[in-house]
């Protein structure tokens, strides 16, 4: 993983889905990795497209000086990242697979979620 590690600079951010009961539905979480701010995505299914629409919807949302890095998991769902990555000028990394200590701000906030 090439992503920054400090949480020095606001604008580097994790990203997940969180999936529910048999896969029917989703939604997209981004965590900032400085303030802890979360962002919960409206995603239409858990494909590549669905993903790529709702991460971008939600995003712009922001402003560009803090939409710097995104780092995901080696899910299928992100395969739209370089669509992505154009769409809202932003770097798209990838955790190693089988590694969530990698996205410890996301794994952390997905668990709290799933707890509500």
Known sequence: MNAPRRRAVAGHWEGDL???AGNASAVGTLVERKSRYVLLAKVDGAGAEAVRDGFTRRMRTLPPA???TLTYDQ?????????????????VYFADPHS????PTN??????????
């Open 75 to 91: 899910g299928k769902e992100i395969a739209r990242h370089r669509e992505l990555a154009q769409r809202l000028n932003i770097r």
């Open 66 to 68: 803090v939409r710097k």
């Open 100 to 103: 969530p200590w990698q996205r």
């Open 18 to 20: 969180i999936k529910g």
């Open 107 to 116: 794994e952390n906030t997905n668990g709290l979620l799933r707890q509500y």
